[in-house]
C-alpha cells in the first residue's frame, strides 16, 4: 500500500503537464509587492574590523557595502575573541552609511576610576554629614555637605564617561562624490 501511494505521487507532476490549457486566459494579477532595499556601507572608525550581520547571518567584514532589505535586522559583531556585537536594527530606505565606533578603553577605564573614587566621596559626605548636622558639629555637617554635593557631581559625570566609551553604530546618508580622478561616498564618521 505504501509503494502505491508513492507512485500516484510520482505520477501526478506528469498527468498534470499533459493536459490541455483552458480557454479563458485567467485575469491578470497585479505584480508581488516589490521591497525597496537599501544600500548600505558599512565602515569603521579605527582600525578595527566589524563583520555585518543580517537576520544573524554574516554577510561581509568593514568597509563594505550591501544591499538590505527592510525586513532585516542589522547588527555589527567585533573580530576579537570576546566579540562586542551592536545592534542597529532595520535600515530606513536609501543610501545610506553606517559607522561603528569601537569601545573607547581610555575613556572606560577612566569612568571606571573616577566612579569608585566619586563614589567613595558621596558615601563619606553623607556620613559626615549624617554625623555632623545630628550633633552639634556645624563644621563637620558643612563638609559633609560639600562632600556629598561634589562626589555626586563627580559620580554623575563619571557615569556619563562610562556611557560615552561604549561602543556604537550611527547611521547617516551616504553621498556619492567625484574629485579629479576619485570617486567614492562621503558620510559622517
Known sequence: MKYGA??????????ALAQPAPD????????????????ATF???????WDVYLDRQPVCSTPCTVGVLPVQFVALRTQETNPIRLD???MPEGDLMVSAKPLSNGLYATGITFTALSGMAAVTGITLTAVGCSTDHPTM??????????????LYGSIYLMRKALPRASIGP??????GTQVGLAGRF
Do not use: D, F, K, N
Not at 26 to 35: E, G, I, N, R, S
Open 88 to 90: 542597529v536594527g532595520h
Open 174 to 179: 551616504a553621498r556619492p562624490y567625484v574629485a
Open 24 to 39: 479563458a486566459a485567467p485575469a491578470a494579477q497585479p505584480p508581488p509587492m516589490m521591497m525597496s532595499a537599501t544600500r
Open 141 to 154: 555637617c558643612h563638609a559633609g555637605i560639600i562632600t556629598g554635593v561634589a562626589g555626586g557631581l563627580g
Open 6 to 15: 508513492l507512485l500516484v505521487l510520482v505520477a501526478a507532476p506528469a498527468a
Open 43 to 49: 565602515v569603521s572608525t579605527s582600525e578595527e574590523q
